[in-house]
């Protein structure tokens, strides 16, 4: 089993960054994919980003050129900068890691952004 913790949520006007910051509990099992996901109220949860061990990333198309993930494969951790901050950014984030055989999902950080 592991556990997700979330950190880096917040309240922030528009124009301004926030970096959210998710930790696995277990730092010796293999994470293929780590990254974030966002759900706004009344709307589907939806991609925000992800990255494979490689390093690779992938984003969603309302994020991209603002938002950047990185992570910390010895560490098993996986950071999202996000700048440029718009009001419909506001949703929940929810840290999810994929090991190929399990799906881990976190219990999501509120991030707010005031017009």
């Known amino acids: 089993q592991v556990q997700l913790v979330e950190s880096g949520g917040g309240l922030v006007q528009a124009g301004g960054s926030l970096r959210l910051s998710c930790a696995a509990s277990?730092?010796?099992?293999?994470?293929?994919?780590m990254g974030w996901y966002r759900q706004a109220p009344g709307k589907q949860r939806e991609l925000v980003a992800t990255t494979l061990r490689d390093g690779a990333a992938n984003y969603g198309d309302s994020v991209k050129g603002r938002f950047t993930i990185s992570r910390d494969n010895a560490k098993n951790t996986v950071h999202l900068q996000m700048n440029s901050l718009k009001p419909e950014d506001t949703a929940e984030y929810v840290c999810n890691a994929d090991t190929g055989r399990y799906n881990y999902w976190g219990q999501g950080t509120q991030v707010t952004v005031s017009s």
């Open positions: 277990r730092n010796r099992v293999s994470i293929n994919k």
